[in-house]
């Protein structure tokens, strides 16, 4: 059961770039992810009380770490949606597999824990992913250090590929700290606060802005859908089956994003992009089996 459910999230979320990136035609990240987390917030808050009937006890250490996780996922989804603006969603997304390469060297220096063969291998091929992806043949082997140091949304999906490398330490304390333990209340409050973050911003800007997102009324419903299901499959499945194996799965939207890349916005480069981040989905597996 719970490999259908990993298998539907992760369908459900290789479509989300998609949508962002045709909504950021015509507005800026702010208002996209303000627009698309306050849909999502109905059906996440309708899911999570049908499957868990009851508001859990929490202490201060939940609040702590839903804020910090909070603040922390405006960053790195502002960073993510800014990069799509400025990249090809089949560039920009591969690129986050990099978020379990940063968690192993995060553990590896501040919890001293020495990465397993299977993990340093799979590092390995993501890097050689992450390489593949941006080379360019007539403009030689450094084209990829330079897109890194001269294509904004490069850098900007490698911070965000960080900051999520770190926000599931705050969320796991955040479910650790529920009484009986809610990891679907702990999604809805850290989304609500993400919300709420954002909202001060987008009230600030022009009017305009928000009416461009408006223009794209299927897009902007959809995404909203889609960030209120996605989670309930997730969480659901990582409390069926095992979270190196769930976490696997998740790895294949990338590859079809990749491909609905193609398809849908006729983005170029299908062929080499393709392999390159079956090649990062691969190193991304054999980290989390590495760690399982």
Same mark, same amino acid.
């Given at each position: ?17 998609? /949508? ?6 015509? *507005?800026?990240? +702010? ?14 808050? /309708?899911?999570? %009380? ?26 790195? @989804? ?8 400025? $990249? ?12 379990? +390469? ?13 990465? *397993? ?8 091929? +993501?890097?050689?992913?992450? #390489? ?14 330079? *897109? ?8 900007? +999906? ?18 650790? @700290? ?37 223009? @794209?009324?299927?897009? /902007? ?13 997730? #969480?659901?499945? %990582?409390?069926?089956? #095992?979270?190196? #194996?769930?976490? !696997?799965?998740?790895?294949?939207? !990338? /590859? ?27 190193? $991304? ?8």
């Amino acid at each position: 059961m719970w490999v259908f459910l990993a298998l539907g999230a992760a369908l459900l979320t290789s479509f989300n770039p998609i /949508l962002y990136k045709r909504m950021l035609r015509d *507005s800026e990240p +702010v208002i996209v992810v303000w627009g698309v987390t306050l849909l999502s917030l109905p059906l996440l808050g /309708l899911f999570t %009380f049908i499957l868990t009937p009851y508001v859990p006890s929490i202490d201060g250490v939940f609040v702590l770490s839903v804020l910090g996780s909070a603040g922390l996922n405006v960053i790195a @989804h502002l960073a993510s949606t800014r990069a799509l603006k400025l $990249a090809d969603a089949s560039l920009v997304t591969p690129l986050l597999i990099f978020s379990p +390469v940063f968690t192993v060297l995060i553990s590896a220096v501040f919890l001293s824990e020495v990465p *397993s063969a299977e993990g340093m291998l799979g590092m390995g091929f +993501v890097l050689a992913g992450a #390489y593949a992806i941006n080379y360019n043949r007539e403009q030689g082997w450094l084209t990829p250090f330079k *897109s890194l140091a001269l294509t904004p949304g490069v850098g900007l +999906v490698l911070l965000a590929g960080l900051i999520w490398a770190v926000t599931p330490l705050f969320e796991k304390t955040a479910i650790l @700290h529920t009484e009986p333990q809610s990891p679907r209340f702990a999604a809805l409050v850290g989304t609500a606060l993400l919300t709420l973050i954002l909202s001060p911003f987008v009230m600030a800007r022009a009017r305009s802005m928000i009416r461009g997102m408006l223009g @794209h009324r299927t897009s /902007l419903l959809l995404a909203g859908l889609i960030a209120g299901t996605a989670p309930i499959l997730g #969480y659901t499945a %990582f409390s069926l089956g #095992y979270v190196g #194996y769930v976490t !696997t799965l998740f790895k294949l939207s !990338t /590859l079809l994003t990749v491909i609905w890349s193609s398809i849908l916005l006729k983005e170029g480069n299908i062929r080499s992009r393709l392999p390159a981040s079956l090649v990062m989905v691969v190193g $991304a597996i054999l980290i989390a089996l590495g760690n399982r």
